[in-house]
């Protein structure tokens, strides 16, 4: 079950409002005290999302979301996960490499307008699993995490 555990943070003694999924009320307690908070208060949440669909506050893998609470300052929570980083940057190394390569290819060669080398052309597939690759990353991205 997940219960919102409301206190301060030791280290900074600022407020902070933390969702944790735990068996019952003492042991998401005893959670949000070992990772260094005063709790105030702790209570269920009822009807919460299931996790990883986006509107809930924690990730995919029960990884709680610390909100600090500032007077006047609106928190914007980031879930996106480390796979879709990952795959982002990989893909975004494959169009990088992929469309110098197939520059490098194009400008060796004076003909390469009317009849290019087929190192340009497999850098232009490279280029192209590079783009495909970062449009799969950034719309997982969105559907698993808003």
Do not use: C
């Not at 219960?3 to 944790?20: E, M, N």
């Not at 209570?43 to 600090?68: F, I």
């Not at 009849?115 to 991205?141: D, E, K, Y």
């Amino acid at each position: 079950m997940r219960y919102r555990v409301s206190g301060v943070d030791a280290k900074t003694k600022g407020p902070i409002d933390l969702v944790i999924e735990a068996a019952d009320e003492r042991a998401a307690r005893a959670d949000a005290a070992g990772r260094g908070i005063e709790v105030n208060r702790v209570e269920a949440v009822r009807n919460a999302a299931p996790a990883g669909s986006g509107s809930s506050l924690t990730a995919g893998d029960h990884e709680p979301v610390l909100v600090r609470i500032e007077p006047g300052h609106v928190q914007l929570i980031e879930l996106t996960g480390k796979r879709w980083k990952g795959l982002m940057l990989i893909s975004l190394a494959l169009l990088l490499v992929g469309t110098i390569a197939g520059g490098w290819f194009m400008l060796r060669s004076p003909r390469s307008l009317a009849h290019p080398p087929a190192g340009a052309w497999i850098g232009g597939i490279v280029a192209l699993v590079g783009l495909m690759g970062v449009i799969v990353a950034r719309l997982g991205a969105w559907w698993r995490h808003g």
